[in-house]
Each structure stands twice: as C-alpha cells, then as structure tokens.
C-alpha cells in the first residue's frame, strides 16, 4: 500500500511538471509569434516612408505611396502576419479617399481577410488579429499590437452576399394580429367553427321553500272537518 501511494505520488508530480512545462513552452512561443509579428509591421512603415521620400512609385493625395508591391522586399520575401493561417492573403487596401484609420474588420473571421491592412491616405499599415475568447481580449490585442486605442472593435457593414440571402432585418415595430382572409369571412354559418355552448349552472341542492296555506285554504279544511262531524253525529242517531 506504502509503494502504491508513493507512485501515485510520483505520476502527479510528474504529469504537474509536463504541464507547466507545455505551458510555459507555448506561452514563449506566443511572445515570440507577437515580437515577429512588430518587426513585419516596422518593416512595411519603413519601406513605405524610403519610397515616399524618393517618390520613385505612385502616391496617393496625401503623398503616401498609393499601393505596396511586392518588389520593395528583398527576394520577395513579405513581411507576414505569423498569428493566422498563411492561406490568407498578404494585404488589403483601403481606398485612396478613405480617410479611417482602422480596418472595419480587424478581427480575422474569414478566409479571404488578408493578415495586413494599408491606407494610403494616412500611410499606415495595421495588423489583423485572430479570434480571441472574448471581444476584449481581441480588442487588447489589437491595440497592443498596432499601438492603438481603440474603445470598442468596429462593427463590420452587411456584405452583399448577405443581403442576397434574403434575412429579413429585425423591425422595432410592434406586430399587429393577423387578420381574417376574406374567404374565411366569406364562408357560411355551417362551415365555420361552431360556438362554444352557454354554461349551464348545475341545480341547487337546497330543497324547495316549504309553501304557507292561505286563509281559504284554512277555512276550507275547517268546513271539511265539520262537515265530517256532523256526518257522523247523524249516522249515530239512526242507529
């Protein structure tokens, strides 16, 4: 019993090991993951600000390189957001007229969202962040990354394909009850659903009030019980 208990012992010292283990392994992964992911977007504002400065590329209105290429990177090697699938693509763009600072959808919750957004109107790039547990944690991270501070994480507008799958939006006015077609009005008596028959009370269990003779009742018992007597005072005399 005495060795049973001491490898019991033994194993949840060793499982408590490995998992701190894992855990602290992932969690130096995972700053790892955040610091590659600050040197990609240091590396696109640099990249941006040289060919700015020599205006050897298009520039938008406000003098920001109108679109990122590829080429500026050596061997084409892009500066990429480490923290989603490399299936996404590299960057997005916002229009040139486009004066928001923020993507509308920084949160990557689709494939076809691109690990980088770039405004050329304000000549900054900012990094999309996977789904996180809550929406303050994805906030935290957003702002962390991109040195931001936002209040709340924008509200991405209806695509089309959602408007071509026909849901109907929710109405804040109150709903009225159906009213009858005209052919259920329109159908007699007979087909109609009968009514529901008055409610009959059942008897009461009293018995009925005992009902009084009347003076001529009275008197006509009296003259009854006379004409009895006098009956029978007559009969006694004939015989």
Known sequence: MRRLLDLVIGLMLVTGLCGWGIYRHGRQHRHQELEQVRQALAQLHDRVYYHRALKDVALASSGFPAEVSPQWFDDGQRPRNVLIDPGHPWLDQADPGDKSEHPPDPVV?????????????????????????????????????????LAKLPVAPKTASAAEDGAPAPSSQPVSPPRPSPASAALPSAERAPAEPPSVEPPSAEPPARRRPTLLGRRASAGGRRQNDADDVASSRSR
Do not use: C, E, K
């Open 109 to 149: 919750d689709s494939a076809d969202q691109a690990g980088f957004w770039y405004s050329p109107h304000h000549g900054i790039f900012r990094i999309r962040v996977p789904q996180q547990i809550s929406a303050d944690r994805a906030l935290h991270m957003y702002n962390q990354l991109n040195d931001a501070t």
